[in-house]
């Protein structure tokens, strides 16, 4: 099968049957006029077609020619449209943002109502995957992440600490027995597959040995495992960064107030550095870091009000392989 002419010889002669000289098009195209010509040529050995004649000093169109550059300048007109619709998406109040699953549902989709009303002129795409962005093949402008930290390639900043404890529902609770230290005995312990902290590591580095046979529930997604533990299925080992709600509420509360709370960074925002000269990114990242703000000093009133005290580590320390919120 006869390999199809490229789309550079297309453009050389969508050039040439417009401008009418292989001169003319040398210089819009800034290349020599024997590149063109060859460029030509090699298009009509393709085609099996002459698709030029000479009249005088001038070129003029075949009619293999003619049909062939109508549907050439409509092709490649329609390709610059779509060039240039893409650049104005990209440089006008356009953001297209990424983010993990139970983030996106539990932390900020329920803020992003404030970043609308304070752009309403915007366009705003949220896609909520567990993949990282590949920002050289997707139109992607920020990724925000759960994960230790350290993606090679992007600047990233720290959006969010995770801060890990035991919750429950309080009528879940009011059946464990009463010393917090017999309570993960008896309960039904709830993981989420994706968490930088689970049970077995938490357990571990809190010194606590359960009985053998515990009785527990895997999850896929932090938010699942919440919704669980809201519904009086177990205990489950999450972040107040996710259930900051229901805690403040009362909806959840800590099983083991003896125990200190972990805190360790574990959502960024990450984007190529040329992403970071955006506008619509850099009011992104800065109305982000006042909603941050605003939710650490939620976090300080639970913290207060349930008297838990805090221990902070490095991610590093609680990362699971693999993991991703």
């Known amino acids: 099968m006869a390999r199809p002419p490229s789309l550079n010889a297309f453009l050389h002669f969508e050039c040439v049957a ?40 001038a070129l003029r169109l075949t009619l293999e020619g003619e049909q062939l550059f ?3 300048s409509a092709a490649i007109r329609m390709l610059r449209d779509a060039q240039a619709h893409l650049g104005q998406s990209r440089d006008s109040r356009r953001l297209n943002l990424r983010v993990t699953p139970s983030f996106g549902v539990r932390w900020l989709g329920p803020r992003l109502s404030g970043f609308v009303a304070r752009h309403p002129d915007w366009d705003l ?12 093949r997707e139109i992607m402008d920020l ?15 720290a959006v969010l600490d995770d801060l890990v404890l ?17 309570r993960l005995d008896a309960a039904r312990l709830i993981d989420s597959a994706r968490a930088l902290c ?30 669980l533990a809201l519904d009086g299925a177990g205990v489950c080992l999450e972040s107040l960064a996710l259930a900051a709600p229901e805690v403040e509420a009362g909806h959840l509360v800590p099983v083991t107030p003896h125990l200190p709370v972990i ?27 006042g909603e941050a703000a605003g939710h650490e000093k939620t976090l300080g009133r639970i913290i207060a009000g349930h008297a838990l005290t805090v221990e902070t580590v490095s991610a590093g320390d609680w990362l699971v392989a693999g993991a991703e919120g």
Not at 30 to 52: D, H, N, T, W, Y
């Open 143 to 157: 990724d925000i992440r759960y994960g230790a930290g350290g993606w090679q390639g992007y600047p990233e900043r």
């Open 70 to 72: 109508q549907a050439s």
């Open 18 to 57: 417009r401008r009418g000289s292989l001169s003319r098009a040398a210089e819009e195209l800034s290349v020599s006029p024997s590149a063109v010509s060859q460029q030509i040529r090699q298009l009509e050995e393709q085609m099996g077609v002459k698709l030029f004649r000479r009249q005088g000093r």
């Open 166 to 182: 035991p919750l429950c529902s309080p009528a879940y609770l009011a059946a464990l027995p009463e010393a917090p230290e017999a």
């Open 125 to 136: 795409r949220v896609d909520a995957a567990p993949d990282p962005s590949d920002f050289e």
């Open 263 to 289: 805190r360790f960074p574990a959502y960024w925002a990450l984007c190529p550095e040329r992403n970071l000269s955006r506008r619509a990114v850099r009011l992104f990242l800065t109305w982000l870091e």
């Open 198 to 227: 689970q049970w077995d590591l938490w357990l571990w580095r809190m010194g606590i040995k359960t009985v053998a046979n515990r009785k527990t529930i895997l999850m896929d997604r932090s938010s699942m495992a919440l919704q």
